[in-house]
């Protein structure tokens, strides 16, 4: 038989093996489908049968996925063709992945072909059928695949113009088109083609006809990309920003010394050759990216292209430079997915280094026959090592694989086909089907991709059919429907009530998913005050007492950054989630406390003495717990997720629960329950965000009799703290610069200045506010002390509140933009130190999201409204207030929960 139709018999078993390599059990392998491998296959779904993405956009140029970021065109359009044959699964949207994987294959022959011979083109072809790196992503549907495709097909190209080939034209095209196949291609093509250009610059500018007419070709690829990066500048480069290790202002040898030390990882033995990449995903353990055998034939083949007096193959040696340079300026190091382009690379070179070792052995062996035998030898000998470390790894990717990558929110996310399927042939039986948003990624791609929704009635309706939640997010769902649900195992303990309809099992015996009939939940306490921060380096804030449990005020309190005071906390979910509500207090810890500790403290009305449980679950961090001042934790105790519990005595009337946390690192978050002895919750309880009446409701002041030696002073002069700003919000007055704080920006506040005091003496500050027509409560503090909390509303009139020697006076001058008019506080001689002003701080508490109160930028409010010290001293004793109801007033005069 002769030389050419051996190589090509050669190369037809090369194909076919890769093809079985990349399409065997396909649909089932890896199990599981990821989120991002469904975005894909929906968005080419919606191509093949509508012409459009999952957004309406009709034959878009890129992909904007999940609201999140940008999917490139080159897989989506050409999975589009067999997703439209054979239907939307798994095996469809793989198979895109496998073709491209297998292309790269074919493309290696004729690049190795272009480079050196038929045989080293075979060798390269080979040593990348088998490579793991590459046979792993050839298997999921990653678009990153399709980039290797398209630049082995390009550099052939490349490689044939170097050779005196009209070819300049073609390269750049499937050059430029790599821009459109994975986001990493944009700065490794650009490098990558800046060393082609110094290496070959006198054969560019001797032909500088095709040179020319290639940089219009080039241009015209590229042109669609960069008209739409300059229309989608912020949108266009999210990924880069997003995933970048590069820190505005940080030192530029800090950055270059990390960027060497992420550059050096893509090279390591690690990598290559023992763990490869650390997601779990992207590789199988204790496996490198590359086999074993294939590393000294690389090496050699390297020092074959080094000492090789062309210029062409000392491009394998550039790319190789280049592969990781993207990959080292981002996260996750080192990263396979990112790092695709190296694969072929490092083949061609052991192709080439077993090619060269061939040869080198046949010029030993002087006489043919016996070079032939000792070539063959050879060659059976790397076929061997390299069939029993194929064979080993081939072992574990298909039976190992599968038992710890499919499972969980690092996985494959497994389960989602079967929980779809069965939860769709329920629909008719449930007036709603849910979903857990919990430890899962971009769920809702997949009632899309199983069910192939129909492109034209999603974008009509962008109805899912399912309710995607966590469960814990208990204001978003009520149970007065029937409902299944399909949940994480941990989240059944949020229900009191429900049925397993079926369990959904991964390959390595995880329990996935448990789809329950869910009829009624448990109740949790989340009605918190909550009070931080306080130090707890090396745990030493465990141990310290930083309040007095017994005697608890709504003062103001020294934290470890400044002044704290209890602030109310509304928990989205039943999680109260310290490390959200407290991110950035921390200066060294900005959006993450970290090594802080934290109290909550709340009062729960009991109508009758009974014994109860008390149940804490989290985040694992220490934790104590004192009722009605009573320690319950001789010891501070470890939470997990897995609830502790311990027995309680409720008095009848009011009880005070206050709980301290620490937390290390990590999560910050705590669940409470008050059960009896069986679990089941106590539903004559009510949960209040207070601090019991002793530290709220001092004995009230008599009202200052008329012609009170008072003085009057302006009740505002300097902002100080605020959430929201208007430079001309309107009020009775007309428009003005102002300041409010809103009950939904927890925790929100609203601080300012008062004019300077001229005496120590009983003082009524006067200023123009306005409050919302929404209803609510906000706390007020005079110099960090507690004064009162008041009432906002649209209640026109004059409204007052007292707690003890503080009095409020607002009184209603117009329904403008809210309630607004004037206030009137009185406040004692103790708070007063003459020559200085007051601090006031009002805190949003209770009622409506949108309930806030509001300051405005005038400092002649005095004088205005004409108040003298008489006028004032009758306000404040109560002159003409409309009379308050129950819902406006506590037993005390202070404004009522609501």
Request: glycine share 8%.
């Amino acid at each position: 038989m002769q030389r050419p139709n051996v190589q090509r018999l050669a190369l037809l078993a090369v194909v076919v093996l890769a093809t079985v390599l990349r399409v065997y059990q396909l649909k089932d392998l890896p199990a599981g489908l990821f989120c991002d491998e469904a975005g894909l296959g929906y968005n080419a779904h919606t191509i093949a049968t509508a012409g459009m993405d999952e957004n309406g956009n009709h034959f878009p140029l890129f992909f904007w996925s999940f609201g999140v970021s940008y999917k490139n065109p080159v897989y989506i359009y050409a999975a589009a063709i067999p997703v439209r044959l054979l239907g939307l699964d798994e095996f469809s949207i793989r198979l895109t992945s496998a073709l491209f994987g297998i292309g790269t294959v074919i493309g290696m022959f004729f690049l190795g072909r272009a480079l050196f011979n038929p045989w080293v083109g075979l060798f390269s072809a080979l040593f990348l059928a088998l490579c793991p790196w590459h046979l792993h992503f050839s298997r999921i549907a990653f678009e990153l695949i399709s980039f290797p495709f398209l630049f082995v097909i390009g550099l052939t190209f490349l490689v044939r113009f170097t050779q005196g080939k009209r070819r300049l034209g073609r390269a750049m095209f499937f050059l430029g088109m790599c821009v459109y196949a994975y986001q990493i291609a944009n700065l490794f093509l650009l490098l990558f083609m800046l060393g082609f250009s110094v290496l070959f610059l006198p054969d560019l500018l001797r032909r500088w006809r095709e040179t020319l007419l290639a940089l219009v070709v080039l241009v015209t690829t590229l042109a669609p990309i960069g008209v739409f990066y300059y229309r989608h500048q912020q949108l266009a480069t999210q990924y880069f920003r997003n995933t970048t290790n590069l820190r505005v202002g940080e030192d530029v040898r800090v950055q270059a010394q990390r960027f060497l030390g992420y550059y050096q990882q893509f090279f390591s033995r690690e990598f290559l050759l023992t763990t490869g990449d650390p997601i779990g995903r992207h590789s199988v353990r204790g496996f490198g990216e590359l086999l074993p055998i294939s590393i000294p034939f690389a090496i050699f083949g390297a020092l074959v292209v080094l000492l090789r007096r062309d210029r062409a193959s000392k491009l394998l040696l550039w790319w190789l430079v280049c592969y990781p340079v993207a990959p080292s300026l981002m996260t996750e190091i080192p990263s396979a997915s990112r790092g695709i382009i190296g694969v072929p690379a490092f083949c061609i070179l052991a192709g080439i280094g077993l090619a060269a070792a061939l040869r080198a052995l046949g010029w030993l062996a002087h006489w043919r026959p016996l070079a032939l035998a000792v070539q063959t030898a050879a060659l059976a000998a790397v076929g061997y090592f390299t069939t029993i470390e194929m064979t080993t790894y081939l072992h574990a990717y298909f039976v190992e694989f599968p038992k710890y990558s499919a499972w969980g929110y690092g996985g494959f996310q497994y389960g989602y086909r079967d929980v779809i399927h069965y939860m769709e042939s329920e629909r008719k039986n449930y007036d709603l089907l849910g979903m857990t948003a919990v430890e899962v990624n971009q769920p809702q791609i997949f009632p899309l991709f199983y069910n192939s929704r129909d492109p034209k009635e999603w974008n009509a309706q962008h109805d899912l059919g399912y309710m995607i939640l966590d469960p814990a997010e208990y204001s978003r769902y009520t149970m007065d429907k029937r409902i299944l649900y399909a949940l994480r195992p941990a989240d059944l303990d949020l229900f009191s009530d429900y049925t397993i309809k079926k369990t959904i099992t991964a390959p390595g015996g995880q329990k996935e998913f448990v789809i329950a009939e869910v009829r009624a939940r448990k109740r949790f306490l989340t009605n918190w005050l909550v009070l931080g921060l306080f130090e707890n380096d090396n745990n030493s804030g465990v141990q310290k007492d930083f309040i007095d449990i017994e005697h608890l005020t709504k003062d103001k309190y020294t934290g470890s950054f400044g002044d704290i005071y209890w602030r109310p906390i509304n928990p989205q979910f039943v999680r109260v989630d310290l490390n959200r509500f407290f991110a950035n207090a921390d200066p060294r810890n900005p959006g993450n406390p970290e090594h802080v500790c934290a109290y909550a403290a709340m009062t729960v009305r009991s109508p009758k003495a009974q014994d109860a449980f008390l149940e804490l679950g989290g985040s694992d961090d220490m934790m104590q717990a004192w009722l009605n001042g009573r320690s319950l934790t001789p010891f501070p105790i470890m939470l997990a997720v897995a609830p502790k519990r311990r027995p309680v005595d409720l008095r009848a009337g009011d009880n005070l629960v206050v709980l301290k946390s620490c937390e290390n690192v990590g999560g910050w978050d705590f669940t409470a329950r008050l059960t009896d002895a069986d679990g089941k919750d106590l539903l004559d309880i009510t949960p209040l965000a207070e601090l019991p009446s002793s530290a709220v409701a001092p004995a009230p002041a008599p009202a200052p009799p008329p012609g009170a030696d008072v003085q009057v002073i302006g009740g505002f002069d300097k902002i100080v703290t605020f959430r929201h700003m208007a430079e001309a919000r309107p009020e009775y007055r007309g428009n003005s610069l102002s300041w409010w704080a809103q009950l939904h920006d927890q925790p929100s506040e609203l601080v300012w200045r008062t004019m300077p005091c001229a005496e120590k003496k009983r003082t009524v500050f006067v200023f123009t506010a306005s409050m919302s027509n929404e209803t609510g409560d906000a706390d007020l503090y005079v110099n960090g002390t507690y004064a009162l909390t008041f009432a906002m509303s649209d209640q026109a009139g004059i409204r007052q509140w007292e707690r003890g020697q503080y009095r409020m006076t607002f009184v209603s001058k117009a329904s403008v933009a809210g309630n607004s008019g004037i206030v009137l506080l009185d406040v004692p001689a103790e708070q007063i130190t003459p020559g200085q002003a007051v601090e006031l701080r009002v805190m949003p508490v209770h009622g409506i999201d949108e309930a806030w109160f509001m300051v405005q930028d005038y400092h002649d409010t005095i004088d205005y409204e004409h108040i003298t010290p008489e006028r004032a001293a009758e306000t404040v004793r109560g002159a003409w207030q409309s009379r308050p109801t129950h819902a406006d007033t506590k037993e005390d005069g202070s404004a009522a929960d609501r």
